[in-house]
């Protein structure tokens, strides 16, 4: 079964610190991979995707995350974090005819201090 | 705001009782798919409508199901509801064309059955 795993439940940085959610994903077919933001009270949002290409995405707000394809990943980063970054971030992986099933992960929460 | 709306925002309902949750697609889209999404956890894929048939469905027993309609408007049906189905549904919506594969959520109904 296709499964997806994201490394931290809880993560929580400073200001400026760096950035990197681990996401490992299990399926050996063609899969496309999602990064998705929630901020608190907000809606899910796509932070950046992949279909195919180059392996390394750039997203919205500085976010980029690599999909390295021979160890089943696809680890979110961000150089620099901002208290804004603040929220719950959920990796997924897309899979079957069309992406007809999308799989997430249990999610991140990152507390940025100020 | 993704154009993708929900309805109700918050529900109550009893065990054993059904429910109804609605989703209107943002314009132009003809693929809706729905998901559970527990406290504290990510989203679960329960299924996918394209062009008013399922053809896509997670792990969920048959009392979910689902309709499209031809405005790609979509409804989400749980009969004898269980104390487990308490959760945050959300829909999503996207266009199936020319390998396009983002979601677009709505901001969920929140499912309390009691």
């Known amino acids: 079964a296709q499964s997806v795993s994201q490394h931290n439940h809880h993560v929580i940085l400073s200001e400026a610190a760096s950035l990197e959610l681990g996401c490992n994903y299990s399926?050996?077919?063609?899969?496309?991979l999602f990064w998705y933001v929630q901020y608190p009270g907000q809606h899910l949002q796509l932070l950046l995707k992949?279909?195919?290409?180059?392996?390394l995405v750039k997203g919205i707000k500085g976010f980029e995350a690599e999909f390295i394809k021979s160890k089943f990943s696809f680890n979110l980063r961000k150089p620099s974090v901002q208290w804004s970054d603040t929220a719950e971030y959920f990796c997924?992986?897309?899979?079957?005819?069309?992406?007809?099933?999308?799989?997430f992960g249990a999610g991140t929460r990152l507390f940025v201090k100020a | 705001e993704t154009g993708v709306t929900q309805s109700p925002t918050h529900l109550i309902k009893t065990r054993g009782q059904q429910v109804t949750l609605r989703c209107s697609s943002q314009s132009g889209h003809n693929t809706v798919s729905w998901y559970q999404q527990a406290l504290g956890q990510g989203p679960q894929f329960i299924f996918q409508?394209?062009?008013?048939?399922?053809?896509g469905r997670g792990n969920f027993p048959p009392r979910f199901s689902g309709l499209q309609f031809p405005n790609y408007s979509s409804e989400l049906n749980v009969n004898a509801l269980e104390l487990d189905d308490s959760a945050l549904y959300l829909c999503?919506?996207?266009?199936?064309?020319?390998?396009?594969?983002?979601?677009?959520f709505g901001p969920g109904t929140r499912l309390t059955v009691t």
């Open positions: 992949y279909f195919s290409g180059d392996p």
């Open positions: 399926y050996g077919g063609t899969v496309n």
């Open positions: 999503a919506s996207r266009l199936t064309s020319g390998g396009s594969y983002e979601q677009y």
């Open positions: 997924a992986v897309g899979s079957g005819a069309g992406g007809f099933k999308t799989i």
């Open positions: 409508y394209y062009r008013e048939e399922e053809n």
